[in-house]
C-alpha cells in the first residue's frame, strides 16, 4: 500500500471512528453556556465550553481512563471539508498543539475539528505537562485552527478543570 492509500485510510478510519461516537461537539439537552464538566462511574471525564446553553461544544477534551482515549475537539471553527489540520491551543506562553481531522457531525451538521489519541502513560505525562498550562492560565485561550482563531474565556473553568484533572490524571 503506498503511504498515500495508507495516510488515506488512517484519515478515514479516524474520521468514521469520530463521527460515530454518539457526536461529542453535539451539545446535550442541558448543557449550561460556559465551561462545564461531565463524568460517568466508567473514569470518563468530558471537560466542555458552550457559548450558549444548549449550544455547540466550541471545545470538548473528552479522557475516556477505561479504554486509555482521548479526544479533543471543536465545532465551528473549520468548513468541514474532510482534511487533516493543525490545532493550536494557546494562553499567554503557554501553547499545545496537534494535528487532527475536519470533518461535518453527521448529527448536528456542524463543522468539526477531531482528534484522538491513545492515553498511555507517556502520553497522559506529556498532556498533563504540556495542556494543563494552557487551561490553567490567565486566559483567555486562544484556540487556531489553519486561519480561524477564537478566544475562548477561561472564567469558570477552575472548578470544571480540577473534576476533569481529577480522574483523566489519576493514578
Known sequence: MTRFR?????????????LSLGA???ADKGDPAGW???????????LKFVEEAD???TLLFACLRDTNMLGIYA??????????????LQNGRA?????GQTGVDEVTGHPVFAYQTDL???ALRYLQSELMPVLQGKGPIVVTIGEVK???PVAGLAQPLRQFSAICFAR
Open 75 to 88: 465545532a465551528g471553527l473549520v468548513d468541514g471539508a474532510p482534511r487533516n489540520a493543525l490545532m493550536s
Open 95 to 99: 501553547k499545545y498543539g496537534l494535528r
Open 6 to 18: 495508507a495516510r488515506l485510510a488512517d484519515f478515514a478510519f479516524a474520521l468514521i471512528i469520530t
Open 24 to 26: 461529542p461537539v453535539s
Open 150 to 152: 477564537r478566544e475562548v
Open 120 to 122: 498511555d502513560a507517556t
Open 55 to 57: 449550544g455547540p461544544r
Open 36 to 46: 462545564s464538566v461531565a463524568t460517568d462511574p466508567r473514569k470518563r471525564a468530558y
